[in-house]
């Protein structure tokens, strides 16, 4: 079971998001979610929207 319980900064700095995996606490960065089986699709509408805009952002640099 997978459940996403927020974002926060880590002591690097980067903002990592926060799961709930078996019954352990997982933190995962942005750019690993997709390397992580379930984490990106249990997030919520808001945060995946969050993510699109800043790969957005970031192809156009």
Request: contains cysteine; aromatic residues 8%; glycine residues 6%.
């Given at each position: ?31 690993a979610l ?28």
């Open positions: 079971m997978i459940r996403y319980m927020g974002t926060r900064k880590n002591d690097a700095g980067a903002t990592v998001y926060v799961f709930i995996v078996n019954g352990l606490e997982k933190e995962v960065r942005e750019h997709k390397q992580h089986p379930g984490c990106y699709e249990a997030l919520p509408a808001s945060a995946k929207a969050k993510i699109a805009a800043n790969r957005d952002w970031l192809s156009k640099a």
